[in-house]
């Protein structure tokens, strides 16, 4: 089992749907947890970071963690074609002072 | 601010060479962490290096070193280099550690012929 699971892709919505991308991961002493985009031919970009449960909410963007099940999420309202990339979910232990990155999902947002 | 930066862009080297990639990180961030990017890996961590120690390393061979100099710089180096490497090897920064929100750098891409 790897360390960090997101949900297979690639994910294909049209434009104003809201996207929703999984992750699952099996450290429970996980602190921290972010996700990353990435353009195709780019490096990752940080877009959200998460560390209690519940929701986050930046614009667009909507990170929800569930410490008790090892889930975090990434909601994408109103997305746009600009959208489309490859989501990078990241799990933290702090004890272990690194990150694991999951295999991504990319999405495609259809005009 | 300046973002973090990575030299050179692209590399072509033969098999059995060496290779040495930089990272500029991001002005009062003390923490580097590599990456190496490939299609059928994803993304896997290399080391990461805090005020000039290694702190963190990922599960590769020796092979791959690096070291962080007084100003943050950090350098990564690949020696007796083999096809498997060719890949995207990413620099990130950040002000604390890898368990922190990193900054990627755009990454040197390596092709090992």
């Known amino acids: 089992q790897k360390e960090v699971e997101q949900n297979s892709g690639p994910l294909s919505v049209p434009e104003g749907a809201i996207a929703s991308l999984n992750c699952t991961y099996s450290?429970?002493?996980?602190?921290?947890f972010f996700w990353y985009r990435q353009y195709s031919g780019k490096s990752p970009e940080l877009i959200m970071s998460?560390?209690?449960?519940g929701d986050k909410e930046d614009g667009r963007f909507t990170a929800q963690l569930n410490k008790a099940s090892q889930y975090v999420s990434l909601l994408i309202r109103d997305s746009q074609p600009s959208d489309s990339a490859t989501y990078l979910c990241?799990?933290?232990?702090?004890?272990?002072?690194?990150?694991?990155f999951g295999d991504g999902t990319t999405l495609t947002v259809k005009p | 601010k300046a973002g973090v930066t990575q030299t050179p862009r692209y590399l072509i080297k033969t098999r059995g060479q060496q290779v040495t990639l930089s990272c500029s990180p991001i002005s009062g961030h003390r923490s580097v962490s590599w990456y190496q990017q490939t299609p059928g890996q994803g993304l896997q961590f290399l080391f990461e290096y805090f005020s000039e120690t290694q702190r963190n390393k990922g599960n590769f061979p020796g092979r791959f070193s690096g070291r962080q100099f007084s100003n943050s710089r950090s350098e990564m180096n690949v020696s007796t280099l083999e096809l498997g490497d060719s890949a995207l090897y990413l620099c990130a920064s950040s002000l604390a550690g890898g368990d922190n929100e990193q900054f990627f750098g755009p990454g040197t891409r390596l092709t090992v012929l």
């Open positions: 998460i560390y209690s449960n």
């Open positions: 990241a799990v933290c232990n702090t004890n272990a002072g690194k990150s694991t």
């Open positions: 450290d429970r002493v996980s602190q921290s």
